[in-house]
């Protein structure tokens, strides 16, 4: 599958940005999805993740109040907005769709089905 991700950047600390990810031809109802970050050197971390109608969603402490993980399945989309950025989130950006019914909270990278390929997000000071 060719995973589409879309809406990275470069930006100044307390700007927005919202991400974009498509998985072409998925039935999206039965995948939990997810956004994961990495900064090189580090482990790739789970940033939020949202059930696969909508109901619950879940975010990192260090992101929570400032993004919003959001779907729509009619277009297999994922999203997630970023709102008041910060330096600290810079990092490059990965989309997944979990396997069905592995849905847990914090998300691991073990429950990936499918991954995007990755975008920048950068945030100057």
């Known amino acids: 599958m060719q995973v589409v991700q879309s809406g990275g950047g470069l930006v100044q600390a307390g700007e927005s940005l919202k991400l974009s990810c498509t998985f072409p031809?998925?039935?999206?109802?039965?995948?939990?999805m997810g956004w994961f970050r990495q900064i090189p050197g580090k482990l790739r971390e789970g940033v939020a993740s949202?059930?696969?109608?909508?109901?619950?969603?879940y975010y990192a402490d260090a992101v929570k109040g400032r993004f919003g993980i959001s779907r729509d399945n009619s277009k297999a989309t994922l999203y997630l907005q970023m709102n008041a950025l910060k330096p600290e989130d810079t990092a490059r950006y990965y989309c997944?769709?979990?396997?069905?019914?592995?849905?847990?909270?914090?998300?691991?990278?073990?429950?990936?089905?499918?991954w995007g390929q990755g975008i920048q997000v950068t945030v100057s000071s």
């Open positions: 997944a769709a979990l396997k069905p019914g592995s849905f847990d909270w914090p998300i691991s990278t073990g429950a990936v089905q499918f």
């Open positions: 031809g998925l039935r999206a109802d039965v995948f939990p």
């Open positions: 949202i059930t696969p109608t909508s109901e619950y969603s």
